[in-house]
């Protein structure tokens, strides 16, 4: 099995409305660590932005499970806009967790396209994109896993780790989650509340 997640950043300094606030992170750590020993995927597809990504890379690395990360622009763009903007050292973390993907070969960028050929304007569509290539990732090595031709199980299944209520058209999370529903793919969900 091959698990695609996504999920909420930790809260903003001075967040008013609480979508992952800091006194969550343990026990979502912990979440994570009991899913993952669960299911025992052979990879785990993100991002890794502060917050659930994160945390369940760095849960993946210490249980041995192949990692993927797929970011939408280059490592130090997205360090600076999804990860050290949030409180936290969540810097050193994705410092850690990306020179170990990447040794590993397990880093992956969305294709740069230029932005007028494409229709590609804004960072939102670049985090759909994104979205949309965890799911192609995590299908490719499902179909290249032996396991995944006796399994049983579902080949792939979608974690989402949120608080379960939608920002609207612009939330990613659940985009995630309407993305794996259209393809048929079963979603787990961890609360971050």
Do not use: H
Request: proline share 5%; charged share 30%.
């Amino acid at each position: 099995m091959i698990i695609v997640l996504a999920g909420r950043r930790v809260d903003a300094e001075g967040a008013t409305e609480p979508r992952f606030p800091l006194q969550s992170i343990e026990r979502v750590r912990s979440e994570i660590r009991v899913l993952l020993e669960k299911y025992r995927p052979t990879a785990l597809v993100a991002s890794a932005a502060a917050g659930a990504d994160l945390l369940a890379l760095e849960e993946a690395g210490k249980m041995g499970i192949r990692r993927r990360i797929v970011l939408p622009f280059e490592p130090q763009r997205f360090r600076d806009t999804s990860v050290t903007d949030r409180p936290g050292d969540w810097g050193s973390l994705f410092d850690k967790v990306y020179a170990e993907t990447k040794e590993a070969g397990g880093v992956v960028f969305v294709r740069q396209e230029d932005p007028k050929e494409s229709g590609v304007e804004s960072d939102d569509e670049k985090y759909r994109q994104v979205t949309r290539q965890l799911f192609d990732v995590a299908s490719t090595l499902a179909r290249r896993s032996s396991q995944s031709r006796t399994a049983t199980r579902p080949q792939v299944m979608a974690l989402a780790i949120w608080d379960g209520v939608s920002r609207g058209p612009d939330d990613i999370t659940d985009f995630f989650i309407a993305e794996a529903r259209r393809r048929n793919i079963p979603v787990e969900v961890i609360s971050t509340l």
